[in-house]
């Protein structure tokens, strides 16, 4: 139907089914938010090519679904609402202004009040649609009795220039405005009496709002989603935390969290009282997930995984990192806190080999973080927990398995860390990660998980074994709105090699002062780097610096603690004295 002066009239004597429309919204405003309809209405607004703002409302009461498009009018007054099902039922009353999410406009409840005519304009263009056409915000959707309507609305659909966006404005008094309803019986088709009703956010069905928290996540660039009972969602954004809505109850976080724990897992929930995996989804993407228990109830920590695989260049990282990957067989160790990107570069390596080789790279991961599509390698992706049992009885087996490259996920433990380095120097390239502050602590933490008895072995094997240690950290950039990486680049040379099997790793920092010519890369020159070019600011590199002096030397071109070079204040009398022997030299080179 179509809304004329006389109210809404019908152009199409065919009737829609739910399943239909629910196709066509679909199409409109993506299958997450096309989801979360309820019988709390819901609006969004889309920009048409050509077509300007179109404000999509809808609401769904049993059977029957309505949904309404109307035309923006910029600077309009905001009144008009989706028509409900058309059982009689009470006016919802007025709720009050709030902000479902940052970054997001207010979502206000009015009194229900009745939209006013379309202007003749409109109404004109309405009537001159086609027997048989719909008219929808100047985009005319064609359809037959009894010919699927989906179709028809999905292709007017794709004429929305950009994904569909929260909106908490109601349609605009004098624009054109189509309603389609649907049910499951054809008698519904007949024009119910027409009343507003108040736009709000979807609130039941807590479990398609999980849907919605992470569609919001990934538009606002977070890295970090978690839902904690007693507060509201969080967002890690630019490394800081921003609350969104308002808390959430146990009730609601257990209705969110528990549904998508894998079966498998729900008995170590129980019993260790924290679980990963991975969550995949066609509309949102791929997270990380870790569900726990805490003292006031479960909590869920979301990371966002990338759609796209990332490179060195978009990372920030120094290109000659690539270059370790064209080595044939030994160890890339990858370290820094957790949360600052070490999957991230791990993803980047890989896909360097896997666009540029034709190895067979075999991964071990818990859980199985980003999916690498098929180039020119050959990649197999493990899973602790579903296709193999520990990352120690994976890598044991994996040397049967003929691979060229083997990624590790993290190496946690010491027979972990006793069958990587076993693989790297039976002929493999091995590349994994370790939470460790720098890179000459990475050595020394490989060396210190064995025996004393074993640790000289270790260190021959990391000496002739080591190709690469690179140690990163994750800060806000200049402007705030993103993070910047500093990294720490030490290569394996001879010169490391020596330190390593002498125990003389204490020696490493000076190596590095003078290993440029070597690749290695100080993490302060880093820091440094990022500070003069204007990506970070000093005081926040400064932060991350054990000397921040030298930092502040090296970016300023200052020696540190040197003495101000200004000349104290004389005083009055001195400054008289001054004068005066100026003025009589003066006077005598005159004479």
């Not at 007054?77 to 099902?85: D, S, V």
């Not at 207010?106 to 009194?111: E, L």
């Not at 050959?378 to 691979?403: H, M, N």
């Not at 820091?527 to 502040?552: C, H, M, Q, W, Y």
Request: charged residues 20%.
């Amino acid at each position: 139907m179509v809304r004329g002066a006389s109210g809404y009239e019908p152009v199409d004597p065919g009737a829609l089914s739910t399943d239909e429309l629910v196709k066509a919204l679909q199409a409109m405003v993506g299958m997450a938010r096309a989801s979360t309809v309820s019988e709390t209405p819901v609006q969004w607004s889309v920009n048409a090519t050509g077509l300007g703002s179109i404000n999509i409302a809808a609401v769904r009461r049993g059977e029957l679904m309505n949904v309404r498009l109307t035309r923006g009018t910029e600077g309009a007054a905001q009144t008009a609402a989706p028509a409900a099902a058309p059982a009689p039922a009470a006016p919802a009353p007025a709720a009050p202004t709030r902000t479902p999410y940052a970054g997001m406009p207010a979502v206000s409840a009015p009194a229900p009040t009745r939209a006013p005519a379309a202007s003749a304009p409109v109404e004109a263009a309405a009537r001159a649609a086609q027997p048989g056409g719909l008219s929808a915000g100047g985009a005319t959707v064609r359809g037959a009795p009894g010919a699927t309507a989906a179709s028809p609305l999905a292709g007017a659909a794709s004429a929305y220039g950009g994904a569909a966006t929260h909106a908490g404005a109601p349609a605009h008094p004098g624009a054109s405005a189509a309603h389609v309803s649907a049910a499951a019986h054809p008698a519904v088709s007949a024009n119910p009496p027409a009343r507003v009703i108040p736009i709000s956010r979807a609130t039941s069905a807590p479990g398609r709002d999980l849907t919605v928290l992470l569609e919001q996540a990934r538009s606002m660039q977070a890295s970090d989603l978690h839902l904690v009972a007693g507060r509201p969602p969080l967002l890690r954004i630019a490394g800081e935390l921003l609350p969104q809505d308002t808390p959430l109850s146990p009730e609601t976080v257990e209705r969110l969290l528990l549904p998508i724990i894998p079966e498998r897992l729900r008995p170590v929930l129980e019993k260790d009282g924290s679980v990963d995996f991975a969550l995949d989804s066609e509309d949102t993407g791929r997270f990380r997930v870790n569900v726990g228990r805490q003292r006031t109830g479960l909590k869920g920590v979301f990371r966002l995984i990338a759609r796209e695989i990332p490179t060195l260049e978009s990372l920030g990282l120094p290109p000659d990192i690539a270059k370790a990957t064209h080595h044939h067989q030994g160890l890339i160790v990858l370290t820094g806190p957790s949360g600052h990107g070490k999957t991230s570069t791990l993803a980047a390596l890989v896909d360097i080999i896997n666009r540029e080789t034709t190895h067979h790279v075999l991964t071990v991961e818990d859980p199985v973080e980003y999916v690498h599509p098929r180039k020119r390698a050959l990649i197999s992706q493990r899973e602790v927990g579903t296709a193999t049992r520990t990352f120690a009885s994976a890598l044991k087996g994996s040397l049967r398995e003929d691979p060229d490259v083997i990624v590790v996920g993290e190496l946690r433990d010491t027979e972990t860390v006793r069958m990587a380095l076993a693989a790297s120097e039976t002929g493999h390239l091995l590349i994994s990660t370790m939470n460790t502050p720098s890179a000459a602590k990475t050595i020394d933490r490989l060396i210190d998980l064995f025996p004393p008895g074993d640790q000289q072995q270790v260190r021959l094997s990391l000496s002739s074994g080591l190709r690469l240690i690179v140690s990163q950290r994750l800060m806000p950039s200049a402007d705030g709105k993103s993070m910047v990486a500093a990294a720490e680049v030490l290569t394996g040379s001879v010169a490391l090699g020596n330190l390593i099997r002498d125990n003389k790793t204490f020696q490493i920092p000076s190596l590095q002062q003078r290993g440029k010519s070597l690749g290695i890369i100080r993490f302060e020159d880093s820091l440094s780097e990022l500070a003069r070019s204007g990506r970070a600011t000093l005081e926040t590199v400064k932060g991350f610096a054990e000397n921040p002096d030298e930092i502040e030397a090296m970016v300023t071109g200052k020696r540190p603690g040197a003495a101000p070079t200004v000349a104290p204040p004389a005083s009055a009398q001195e400054g008289a004295r001054m004068l005066s022997k100026v003025g009589s030299l003066l006077g005598k080179k005159g004479a």
